[in-house]
């Protein structure tokens, strides 16, 4: 035995610790990755859920739109892809006084809020109709369709639908999709039923 081998470490001891340390930070590395993906998933949550709050407070505030039937409803004709769809232009009329009728101030609330939705949320979509079963069980997931409600039915609740592209929806990192290619709203808030 050689002096080195009594009072040191021999080359396959150290190369197993160098493995050993490579295998520990590369654990460490992906849990990162997975905390850093899931912290930006959260924060796009709850923007969402913000955005569609407010626009659910400006449907309430704004009674003599919502009174309207649903064909002449401009709330419940909001169907808006960022990603697709040209950039909304603003209404001829800016709404932060008293003097806008029902219909000037809710293009503007629509305008304002898409704008946001625009810059908050990657591909954003949004989508607002009346809608009784948002969740579709099948699919496990919401979806961005809106049946009709039934014949002289009338209090179909109001569901604002958001969703954007990202990653981490799978515990791979994939994107779950409908089988149009089409990602699944992540947010269905419901808002009271308005009967009429």
């Known amino acids: 035995m050689t002096v080195l081998e009594k009072n040191g470490f021999t080359l396959v001891e150290v190369l197993i610790s160098v493995l050993v340390l490579a295998i520990g930070v590369i654990g460490i590395a992906g849990m990162q990755l997975t905390a850093l993906r899931t912290a930006q998933q959260s924060a796009f949550q709850t ?11 400006k449907m309430r505030a704004n009674y003599q739109q919502m009174q ?6 401009l709330f419940l004709n909001v169907d808006y892809q960022s990603a697709d769809d040209v950039v909304v232009t603003p209404p001829k ?26 810059s908050a949320l ?20 919401f979806s961005w369709t809106c049946p009709p409600p039934a014949a002289g039915v009338n209090n179909t609740p109001v569901v ?5 592209h990202g990653k981490g929806r799978n515990p791979d990192g994939s ?4 089988p149009q290619k089409i990602i699944p709203p992540d ?4 808002v009271e039923p308005y009967t009429k």
């Not at 923007?47 to 407070?57: G, I, R, V, W």
């Not at 604002?160 to 954007?164: A, F, L, N, Y």
């Not at 994107?175 to 409908?178: F, K, M, N, S, W």
Request: charge should be neutral; hydrophobic fraction near 45%; proline fraction near 4%.
């Open 122 to 141: 990657p591909g954003g979509r949004v989508r607002i109709c009346r809608d009784s079963r948002p969740w579709d069980k099948a699919a496990g997931a």
């Open 47 to 57: 923007a969402a859920l913000q955005l569609a709050s407010e626009m659910a407070d």
């Open 93 to 118: 009329k800016i709404c932060y006084r008293a003097d806008c009728s029902a219909e000037e101030l809710a293009k503007f609330d629509i305008y304002e809020w898409m704008a946001r939705i625009k």
């Open 68 to 73: 309207l039937p649903d064909k002449s409803n």
């Open 160 to 164: 604002i639908k958001i969703g954007w």
């Open 187 to 190: 947010v269905a808030l419901t």
């Open 175 to 178: 994107v779950i999709d409908d």
